[in-house]
């Protein structure tokens, strides 16, 4: 049974029985104070970075500006002005896919020992994860600058700032996806006889496998978009024809590569999501 109360019934409760109607006071006051704390840090920070509605206008009018500079797009009308570009988009995509390869095939033997179903080491295992940490903690520009000073300007820098990024990444969401998987096909191969290796081989990476491809898919178009940044610090790719042509106040031109690059980036997400659909669902219709 339902019991319906109408609107009036509940205002004549709430008149006659106000408190019943409101959170305690130590609730109240924990509410007051996060979010007079939340709207002081928002107002010291709009004061700190001197962001006023004078500067917003004046910005947006600059802007305003810029943007008319970048119509009509440029368009290139001889192979030999736009074979640059062509490279520069070829080197940001190899950057990007081999920083995404080495950093998977380094990582996923990392992420057995940050696994709390397989490494049973607590100190050993805290130990990797702590690793996992750090290595994410050091952005992946900040890498490239360190890498360009290492082995000099180029995609070899681009290439190995997005590999060691990579690996804290993918060592830490691979060995998730080992701990949060069902432990039966893992029993079944152990009850057939099966060994350690033969457990991990049968009953734990088929399930891991599709998490693992949508990670690395994932993170690959995320890379393409980091490898443009990435050339404009110096370490190749179409990055650094972009920041040129910026530099150059030659805006019709960086319109035209940043359309090329918003193609490009949807062409990756469909062919990735072309290669989800179908390995994904192989994987998925064999369970």
Known sequence: MTLHLSPERIAIARAAVPLAFRAPLPVRLRRWAFWTLFAGLCAYCFWAFDVTPARLWTGLGRLGKVLSFMFPPHVWTSWADFAPILKGLGETLSMAFLGTVLGAAVAFPLSFLGARNINRLTFLRLGVRRGYDIIRAFETLILALIFIRAFGLGPLAGILAIAVSEVGTFAKLFSEAIENNSERPIEGVKAAG????????YGLLPQVNPVILSILLYNFESNVRSGTI???????GIGFLLSDRISAYRWDEAWSIIFLIIVMVYLIDWLSGGIRRRFIGTWEGTK
Request: hydrophobic residues 40%; positive net charge.
């Open 194 to 201: 099966g060994s350690r290796l033969q457990q991990i081989r």
């Open 230 to 236: 990435l050339g404009i610090v110096g370490a190749g």
